[in-house]
């Protein structure tokens, strides 16, 4: 299944505006790119960064999914991650991998 993308592109773009060009890579993954979205699925969003995100990045990435729950009523669900755990063998990490759509 190729999901509409149309809306995490958006959310992308609001997080490259926020984050002042800390942003490296941004990847759907979880059940959209697994085609077992159904209606009222979130969209699960990794957010890559150059530096270890604070609490203040990751208080933005909830707020900045706030206005889009509020303008579309779909729900994101992000987690924001140093880029350098990209390459970790973690059950979130391989999941990222191998379902994951960069957007």
């Known amino acids: 299944m190729n999901p509409d993308l149309s809306l995490a592109l958006e959310y992308k773009r ?3 505006s926020a984050f002042n060009g800390r942003v490296v890579k941004v990847v759907l993954y979880g059940s959209r790119p697994r085609g077992e979205a159904h209606e009222e699925s979130d969209w699960d969003i990794a957010v890559f960064l150059t530096d270890d995100p604070t609490m203040e990045d990751r208080h933005r990435l909830t707020d900045l999914g706030s206005d889009v729950l509020m303008d579309t009523g779909q729900v ?4 924001a991650l ?3 755990r990209e390459a970790e063998d ?3 990490m391989r999941a990222i991998r191998s379902e994951g759509i960069t957007l």
Not at 76 to 79: A, H, M, P, T, Y
């Open 14 to 16: 609001r997080v490259d």
């Open 76 to 79: 994101i669900q992000s987690v």
């Open 82 to 84: 140093p880029s350098r």
């Open 90 to 92: 973690s059950y979130l």
